[in-house]
């Protein structure tokens, strides 16, 4: 069956240093995957997509790799700030699909 | 202007009524969904209308009837509530086909059922 796997629960980082989560996935062959911030007590806030002929994409300080050989995608945050503190879900969604389907998710804490 | 909007935000109600969450969208998607978010945080898509076409129907008690009628709107209706019913649930709208099917979520609307 599809698994996505966000393998930290929970991370913490210092102020100003890059932030980097993990998305790894098996039993699938995404066309798009995506990246959400979901804040306490909010819905979920899409972040940035990559199609799966894309290795990366860039947006301020975000950026997301993603290698469909590993089956793996990495989310950096750089310069990360305290407001930057949230959960960050992982998407896939595959081609002509309607669905997408969401990891649980990476706690991350930025401490000043 | 609220992109997706649902009500009510927080619902308590007692085990066996049944109740109704309704869901807005104001972005002109084709495409609408309903989650269930549990208390260990995993967001799990229950029901999907595109164009008022039921297109996704996971895995969920008959208890549960979404409704859709008309492009922007998609209610969900409870009967005989549950004590595993309480969750967060979620709205969200996309257009599948011309973007990359990025998802708007609506508020969410905490159901507790006592």
């Known amino acids: 069956s599809q698994k996505i796997e966000q393998n930290s629960e929970a991370l913490n980082i210092q102020e100003g240093k890059t932030a980097t989560l993990t998305c790894n996935y098996t039993n699938y062959s995404p066309a798009y995957l995506q990246w959400y911030r979901q804040d306490p007590g909010r819905g979920p806030v899409f972040l940035l997509l990559i199609r799966e002929n894309e290795k990366e994409k860039r947006k301020e300080r975000l950026k997301v790799t993603f290698d469909t050989t590993l089956k793996q995608s990495l989310f950096h945050i750089t310069a990360s700030q305290p407001a930057d503190s949230a959960t960050y879900l992982c998407a896939l969604r595959g081609a002509g699909s309607y669905q997408l389907t969401f990891g649980k998710g990476t706690k991350l804490s930025v401490i000043p | 202007d609220t992109a997706v909007s649902q009500t009510p935000k927080y619902l308590v109600t007692q085990m066996g009524n049944d109740k109704s969450i309704k869901c807005e969208q104001n972005l002109g998607h084709d495409t609408m969904y309903w989650y269930k978010q549990d208390s260990k945080k995993f967001l799990k898509i229950m029901f999907s209308?595109?164009?008022?076409?039921?297109?996704i129907n996971e895995t969920v008690p008959n208890r549960f009837s979404p409704k859709s009628p008309d492009k922007a709107h998609l209610n969900l209706h409870i009967n005989s509530l549950e004590l595993g019913d309480s969750a967060v649930y979620f709205c969200a709208s996309s257009q599948v086909k011309r973007q990359g099917g990025e998802q708007f979520f609506g508020p969410g609307t905490r159901l507790t059922v006592l």
């Open positions: 209308y595109n164009n008022k076409e039921l297109i």
